[in-house]
């Protein structure tokens, strides 16, 4: 049997997420699918240099393959993310998946999809009916800048809240964001590409 989609993923905090999102196909404006989630066990680097390979070995079951990891922790961080992310495509070209797989890297890391406008960010990071609320606390700390509502060091920041919150680190948290936070909000165009891929793919009927 062939399913839809194979996704490798860096690590249980981006597995998390990706579930949740596959889980919302109406919000996504695709077509339900079937997909399995594997996490490589080397994470960001493992995805780098083995993440196609690993994947070529399952092509046959799948009709389409993402392979996912941050830019920050990835080894090439001094490289360009666009430029890294043709690279590795190349790679897939040359590979058992031709052009059916494709690579999202997350700059610099899957944190920046989370902090959207929406308010289940501030619920999952404990911060629901606190004073302050959650922006204006990290602006006072330093971690967000001016009028802008995405700090620039994600994960640091959404840490530091969970830290502040006594909220437990989990990987879970990310799930229940991506199930729940509105999908319009978030302008990251890593996150833009994998929506745009997955309608591509599999279109709304």
């Known amino acids: 049997m062939t399913k839809d989609l194979l996704v490798l993923a860096a690590d249980r905090n981006m597995e998390h997420a990706v579930k949740g999102l596959l889980s919302r196909p109406e919000a996504l404006r695709i077509r339900p699918i079937e997909a399995d989630i594997l996490v490589h066990p080397r994470r960001d680097p493992g995805c780098v240099r083995e993440g196609v390979r690993f994947l070529s070995n399952l092509s046959q079951r799948y009709r389409h393959g993402l392979l996912m990891f941050d830019h920050q922790g990835s080894g090439r961080e001094q490289e360009q993310p666009e430029a890294l992310q043709e690279s590795v495509e190349k790679d897939f070209s040359r590979s058992a998946w031709g052009d059916r797989a494709r690579v999202i890297i997350l ?18 990071a404990g911060w629901s009916g606190r004073k302050p609320p959650l922006r204006a606390w990290l602006r006072n700390r330093g971690l967000l800048a001016g009028d802008l509502t995405k700090p620039s060091q994600p994960k640091k920041a959404f840490e530091a809240a969970l830290r502040e919150a006594r909220k437990p680190r989990s990987s879970s948290l990310y799930r229940q964001i991506a199930e729940k936070a509105s999908l319009q ?21």
């Open 107 to 124: 700059a610099p890391e899957l944190e920046a999809w989370i902090w959207s406008g929406s308010p289940h960010v501030d619920d999952a």
């Open 185 to 205: 909000k978030c302008e990251d165009k890593s996150f833009r590409k994998f929506k745009s891929l997955l309608q591509d793919w599999y279109p709304e009927r």
